[in-house]
């Protein structure tokens, strides 16, 4: 592994763990914000005003000239069937699944995606990768049995697939959109799909709304706008561009492996605004954090045999997604 190639890798991971961050911090924050607004005006008013704001910013700061000749029907389905399908898919399930049975097919949603790479795209694992994707899983199970008070039921009320296509839905959307828009920044990439994400939200919440089902609220108290705004701003907007910079430098597997820690980090959301973990939820998040941190002592092992012999050429992540096609302009 060459120096730059290194310090891309570097790069995707710091990126991958800001979008970690900023999604698990959802979780509890969307039980606030749900009390408010239900699912499908939530999912178009982020979509929408994110799609909005960033390819506003992209086209006043870098121009429009990059839009000329883009495979705008190919984003179209990059938004309605990656973004839009994701974020559907994924409301049905929470709607229709028993709380136990979708807990646990949650937090194997990492290990769908995964899988769904390697079997579809032929993305090879890392070593290593397997065992951490069995700690992380048992530890995000772990994590999500521990609300205190709550009782979970284990059967199934048939919306637990709908989570299975969810993973599959973003897999999809993260190997194609590197893929079909390799000559584009990860601004740009996130800007054009986000956008026509916003335009499957919202088609969404028109027909929800025609069957009754989902409506706009009347009025938001200020905390509330607040609170909105920054998930819009940060886990939408800023979620999604290091996502895609993490897929384009780590490949989905590696990224797709990062997503466990969100139940961590909405644990520590949670103890933030007054909702101290409890004992199973702390457990869970070290037999996460372990699953990473015996991923990354393995690359650590491995650093001196790499160096040891003539440098590899820049051409692809060890995951098998290509990371040097015009991506050292990105941001």
């Known amino acids: 592994m060459s120096e730059p190639h290194r310090h891309h890798r570097l790069l995707g991971h710091a990126a991958i763990l800001t979008t970690a961050v900023l999604w698990g911090s959802l979780i509890p924050l969307f039980d606030i914000l749900l009390a408010h607004i239900d699912l499908f005006a939530l999912s178009m008013i982020r979509y929408d005003v994110a799609g909005l704001l960033l390819l506003g910013g992209v086209v006043i700061t870098g121009g429009t000239a990059w839009l000329r000749g883009l495979p705008y029907g190919k984003i179209l389905l990059l938004g309605m069937v990656g973004m839009a399908g994701f974020a559907t898919f994924y409301t049905l399930a929470i709607a229709y699944s028993a709380p136990g049975t979708a807990i646990v097919i949650n937090t194997a949603t990492p290990i769908i995606s995964a899988a769904f790479a390697a079997l579809v795209y032929r993305m090879p694992f890392e070593k290593g990768t397997g065992i951490a994707f069995l700690l992380a899983a048992i530890g995000a199970a772990t994590s999500s049995l521990g609300g205190e008070g709550a009782s979970y039921e284990f059967d199934i009320r048939g919306g ?9 839905c973003w897999a999809w959307y993260s190997i ?3 893929s079909w828009l390799a000559g584009l920044s ?3 990439l996130t800007a054009v799909t986000l956008s026509a994400g916003g335009i499957g939200v919202t088609v969404v919440f028109l027909v929800a709304a025609g069957f009754g089902a989902a409506r706009l609220p009347a009025h938001l108290p200020g905390d509330i706008l ?3 705004a920054f998930i819009t701003l940060g886990a939408t907007i800023t979620g999604a561009v290091c996502w895609n910079f993490a897929v384009g430098r780590l490949g989905v597997i590696i990224a797709t492996l990062y997503l466990n820690l969100l139940p961590v980090i909405g644990m520590i959301t949670a103890a ?3 909702r101290p973990p409890t004992a199973m939820q702390l457990v869970g998040g070290g037999i996460v954090i372990v ?7 393995r690359r650590l092992r491995a650093l001196p045999q790499r160096y040891a ?3 590899a050429p820049v051409a692809a992540s060890s995951s098998g ?3 040097s096609r015009g991506r050292e302009s990105d941001t």
């Open 160 to 168: 637990e697939f709908f989570l299975v296509i969810a993973a599959i």
């Open 176 to 178: 194609n959109a590197q």
């Open 186 to 188: 990860q601004t740009q």
């Open 226 to 228: 607040a609170l909105l």
């Open 272 to 274: 933030a605004i007054g």
């Open 291 to 297: 699953g990473l941190a015996q991923l990354q002592l």
């Open 309 to 311: 012999g003539s440098p």
């Open 321 to 323: 997604l290509a990371t």
